[in-house]
């Protein structure tokens, strides 16, 4: 008697991985074009003023 089950076909469990490697990798070039269309636009260019902006007073409010 032949074995029943997954472990006999294993094709549709490939058919899975193939199909999670594929939105894996089209998850992975959005972040990567998220992150080079940040670079671009010039968010990360002043990495200096944000750390020591708590450091100064501000203005008297009136």
Known sequence: MPP???ASNPLPL???I????GISLVV???FLGGFFWAVRSGQYEDDYTPSVRML???EDPE
Do not use: H, K, P
């Open 28 to 30: 992975a070039l959005l």
């Open 4 to 6: 029943t089950g997954a």
């Open 56 to 58: 100064f007073e501000d």
């Open 14 to 16: 490939m058919n899975i």
């Open 18 to 21: 193939f199909l999670l490697i």
